[in-house]
């Protein structure tokens, strides 16, 4: 079984300032691990993949990953936020099983002036 | 644009109703995956489908079903529809599974009056 937890419903970050979305999951398997961001009243993008190989991850819009096997943790992170990324972020795991793809609960995050 | 149709992009009924949504995948992919978000239950999977046949089974009603065409589109039907059903669905395709990365079409909103 897994299960994706992200820690914060919502994020408040102010513009420049770093953003720091936490994501743990559990996995009996190595887990394939993904960030999702959703715009208002659009469907879900592809921020960055974790499948294998190098444990830093680097996505669109310069978002970055870690995947941290000792921790089960894959916390996503962009070193200056702007206005743009205000958005909600889902944070999900996989296997390479059929259908076992979980999402969390997702992070609103709101950047301020 | 991710390349996944969805139509349509609102529909509005009436409790006890039924309603079709379609979903058209990326050129190529061969899975096809249904979703429900809403505020209180967040992204919920429904159901997978892999070139034609039903490969997962998520949180999904008895009243809902699904299926996937030989020309690989799908459709996900809803009926005897209660209010709690108004929601986004979303459909995913992806090349071929779990690992895979899944793009979203824009959704279908529904509201069931």
């Known amino acids: 079984a897994q299960s994706v937890t992200q820690l914060g419903s919502h994020v408040s970050v102010s513009e420049g300032a770093l953003v720091l979305l936490r994501c743990n999951y559990s996995?009996?398997?190595?887990?394939?691990l993904f960030w999702y961001v959703q715009y208002p009243n659009q469907g879900l993008q592809l921020l960055l993949k974790?499948?294998?190989?190098?444990?830093l991850v680097k996505g669109i819009n310069g978002f970055e990953a870690e995947f941290k096997k000792s921790e089960t943790s894959f916390h996503l992170t962009k070193p200056s936020a702007h206005m743009s990324d205000a958005a909600e972020y889902f944070c999900?795991?996989?296997?390479?099983?059929?259908?076992?793809?979980?999402f969390g609960a997702g992070t609103q995050v709101v950047v301020t002036p | 644009d991710s390349g996944v149709t969805q139509t349509p992009k609102h529909l509005i009924t009436a409790t006890g109703q039924r309603v079709t949504l379609r979903c058209s995948p990326r050129?190529?992919?061969?899975?096809v995956y249904w979703y429900q978000q809403s505020l209180d239950q967040g992204l919920q999977f429904l159901i997978q489908y892999y070139n034609g046949e039903e490969r997962a089974k998520g949180n999904i009603l008895e009243r809902f079903s699904a299926q996937q065409f030989p020309d690989l589109h799908s459709e996900l039907n809803l009926s005897s529809l209660e209010l709690g059903d108004s929601a986004l669905y979303f459909c995913?395709?992806?090349?071929?599974?779990?690992?895979?990365?899944?793009?979203f079409g824009p959704g279908t909103r529904l509201t069931v009056l």
């Open positions: 050129s190529g992919d061969l899975s």
């Open positions: 999900a795991v996989a296997t390479d099983s059929w259908g076992k793809f979980q």
């Open positions: 996995s009996s398997v190595p887990p394939y």
């Open positions: 995913a395709s992806s090349v071929r599974r779990g690992q895979d990365t899944q793009y």
């Open positions: 974790y499948t294998t190989g190098a444990t």
